[in-house]
């Protein structure tokens, strides 16, 4: 797509309300200093009270606080998990890296409790942890404020990072400690990758209103895909997917929503 092209795209998601990617900074704390509501208590209260109605049935899922009245027809992390081979027990145990109040859960139970014994578990701030606990877990879904924590409990097969890995402030050693654990498999999804190019861009990402009831603005990693794949030499890349709407918005580059299936290698 030309620049013109690109330019005229990026103007009419913007005027359309749309979540947009800016900018390239140096450092972590100078996005930072570029964002506001990263830290929006009324966050948490927006994605508590659309889990909530959820949990009550009103609704099938919720997504950053947004709440689906039926689920997604295309479910791509859903489609991935229900490939896995079972162990001989039949059980399937995931470690959420960042799963909210139990967003991904809530969106892939009906669909894989059926076929295995399903066991969710969900790392997260301390402040979704605590709520989770209070009012969301079940013998299905449990909540911990560490991975060390949950492996020190549960028998995980897979971990799951789902629209998580961009908003760490250093995602590329996350990947490492979480690669020591040696889970079998290792999903990364809906994380805005581009697929040219060899560095990672460190941008803002914009959020209108309509998604959380005020814009907020995130810093927000872009990732070199070429970066992302380096720390799974030990794994096969055994899918990769556009997930969400596939391609995102970011200026002057292209980059997707972008998902991978890694299955640690035999020995």
């Given at each position: 797509m030309?620049?013109?092209?690109?330019?005229?795209?990026?103007?009419?998601?913007?005027?359309?309300?749309?979540?947009?990617?800016?900018?390239?900074?140096?450092?972590?704390?100078?996005?930072?200093?570029?964002?506001?509501?990263?830290d929006d208590p009324r966050i948490l209260e927006r994605v508590a009270k659309a889990s909530r109605t959820v949990i009550n049935g009103d609704a099938a899922f919720e997504r950053d606080g947004v709440v689906f009245k039926e689920h997604l027809k295309t479910n791509k992390l859903l489609d991935a998990l229900k490939t896995i081979t079972p162990t001989t027990t039949g059980k399937l145990e995931v470690l959420d890296f960042g799963g909210s109040l139990g967003s991904s859960y809530f969106q892939c139970k009906p669909f894989l409790q059926s076929q295995f014994d399903l066991q969710w578990n969900i790392i997260e701030q301390s402040a979704f942890v605590k709520l989770g606990k209070a009012e969301f877990a079940n013998q299905q879904l449990r909540f911990f404020d560490t991975v060390e924590t949950c492996l020190a409990q549960r028998e995980v097969d897979v971990f799951v990072l789902s629209g998580v890995l961009s908003y760490l402030p250093t995602p590329h050693k996350m990947i490492k400690d979480l690669l020591r654990h040696r889970p079998k498999i290792f999903i990364i999804d809906r994380t805005p990758v581009q697929h040219?190019?060899?560095q990672d861009r460190l941008t803002v990402q914009h959020v209108?209103?309509?998604?959380?009831?005020?814009?907020?603005?995130?810093?927000?990693?872009?990732?070199?895909?070429?970066?992302?794949?380096?720390?799974?030499?030990?794994?096969?890349?055994?899918?990769?997917?556009?997930?969400?709407?596939g391609r995102i918005l970011l200026t002057a580059d292209e980059a997707k929503d972008t998902g991978f299936v890694f299955v640690q290698r035999s020995h």
């Open positions: 030309s620049g013109i092209l690109r330019r005229l795209e990026y103007l009419y998601h913007e005027l359309r309300g749309h979540v947009q990617y800016r900018g390239e900074y140096a450092s972590w704390n100078d996005a930072l200093a570029s964002s506001e509501g990263y040219n190019g060899s209108p209103a309509n998604i959380y009831g005020k814009s907020v603005r995130y810093p927000a990693w872009v990732f070199s895909k070429t970066g992302l794949l380096k720390h799974f030499d030990n794994y096969e890349l055994r899918s990769e997917f556009d997930a969400l709407s």
